[in-house]
Structure formats: structure tokens, C-alpha cells
């Protein structure tokens, strides 16, 4: 992944910031892209201490004059004089490698500093995180995203967020070089479950799109066609607008994997456990997302549910 995965967009004035971005996988790489190209001083880590290296070779070009990139050896050391630190990897407990220890980033960070979390990772540990940064002195916001890996590309990443109103107002004019939407949903652990919400939505549209093309080919019917006609009515929807088609191609080599939905949905079922709430189409669709790693497609992406059905 180089400079070019990101593409130009016009970057809405902020003052030139001090940040920290720990993780760079196919969400954070470009998303730290961004920040650099928006003009903030970028400190990055990885756990992969050569992908860190290779982002500040790749955007060396993109920071504007008096932009600082680079790369540190520990989160603590990356968080060191941010104002803001960014964060996006795996799931909760590698957002607590990264955060808390004499090595994390919580350590390292001065202050009134303000973590962003973007993984997608449980209300509950959104909670803890949130309760222990107060405690230091310091702010902490989960902030899922939605849009993938092309809305981390474009910079158009929507952004779910818990928290408290100040640091809020801090960080959101910064977390907008790579977004299009950043909003503040409720207290710590709120962006976690509106990011649920999300997934819930997503998982039932996708097995809806599934069946309905699998039900237009069985019955003989030009799909590509037929989704340019339903799409201009009801049925339209991000999913059948950007995945419809490459279902009819059965291609699914996208960036959103089956592995990743599967954890996403864990999440939603444990939390629903919690509060009672009764999803029974997610429930059946996180199994049949089981299916389609049985079948050998853990990195497929999402969309691949109609895999079962042709």
C-alpha cells in the first residue's frame, strides 16, 4: 500500500496538529495517509515495525512544509506530545496491548490529550477505557467507522462516537481529513453500539440482496439490468448500489472480510444477550457467514453470502 491507495479530496480547515496513529492495517494506513495530507504532524507504530517505516517513506511527499512524519518503536512512545492519538486495530484485547501498560499509549500521552479509538470493539471495553483515561487525566472517544476500505481510501469514512462533548469538539475537526460525517452519539461505549446498529442493518441487507439475485437468475432475468431498474426505487441501498453487480460477477475481493463481519457480529450478539434485545435474522445470518468460511472464504468480502445460494 502506497500514497496513491489514497485519493485526493479537499481537506476542510484545521489548524496543523500534533497526532499519533497506532495501527496501519487496510483501515489505518490510509487513514494516517490522510492526516498527513490534511497537514498534521503524524507519529505512527505498528506492532509490524517495518509497515511503520514504509508508510512514512510512502507519504514523505504528501506532508505539507512544516509537517512532521514519523515512526516510533512503542504506542507510548508514538503518543508522546500528541494531542490527539488515533488508534484502529484488531479487537479489544489488542486495543489493550496498545493502550495500557507501561508501554501503551496511555503512559505516553500528556495531560488533556484525546484518544480516538476506531476499532470496532465491545461497548464494554469502550467503558473501561473511557473510565481509565478520566482517571489519568486524559479523554477517551470510541469511534467506530463505517464505509470500508474505499471510504478509508477516499477519506468518506462515517464516524460513531462516545464521549464526552469537549474532547469531542477537539478531536472531530481532525478526524474529519478522513471522513465525510463525524458525530457524537452519547457517553463512552455509545459509538460502540451505534456501530452495532450498523452491522445488524448490514448483515440483513446483504442476505436480502443475496436471495434476490439468486431468485432473479433462477427465474431467468438479465440481474445487471434488473438492479438498475430496482435501484432507482425502494429497494435502493448502498449495498445493492455498490455490490449488486460484482454478486452477479461473483467477485469478492472487496476489503470488508467474512472473518472481520463474524467478530463484528459476535459483538452484536453478546451485547444483545446483555440487554435482551431479540435478533433472530442477524443471528441466522452470522451462521451463514459460518458457512462461507467453511467453504474457504474468511477473506472473501461480505457480499459473498450469495455464495450459499448459487
Sequence with gaps: ?????????????????????????????????????????????????AKAQAWCADFSDAAVAGATLNHAATPRLAAHQADVVFCCVGNDDDLKSVT?????????????????DHTTASAHIARELGATAQHMGLHFIDAPVSGGQAGAQ????TVMCGGEIEAFARAQPVAMAFSRAVTLVGQHGAGQLAKMVNQICIAGLVQGLSEAIAFGERAGLDMNQVLDVIGKGAAQSWQLDNRGKTMVAQKFDFGFAVDWMRKDLGL??????????????TALVDQFYADIQNMGGQR???SSLIKRLV
Design 300 to 302: 472473501w468480502d461480505t
Design 100 to 116: 495500557l501498560g507501561p508501554d501503551g499509549a496511555f503512559a505516553g500521552m500528556h495531560a488533556g490529550a484525546i484518544f480516538v
Design 268 to 281: 452484536v450478539l453478546d451485547e444483545a444477550k446483555k440487554n435482551g434485545a431479540r435478533l433472530p435474522v
Design 154 to 157: 477516499n477519506g468518506l469514512l
Design 1 to 49: 500500500m502506497t500514497s496513491t491507495s489514497i485519493k485526493p479530496k479537499t481537506y476542510e480547515t484545521c489548524p496543523s496538529q500534533r497526532v499519533a496513529f497506532i495501527g496501519l492495517g487496510v483501515m489505518g494506513y490510509p487513514m494516517a495517509g490522510h492526516l498527513a495530507s490534511a497537514g498534521h504532524s503524524v507519529t505512527v507504530y505498528n506492532r509490524t515495525a
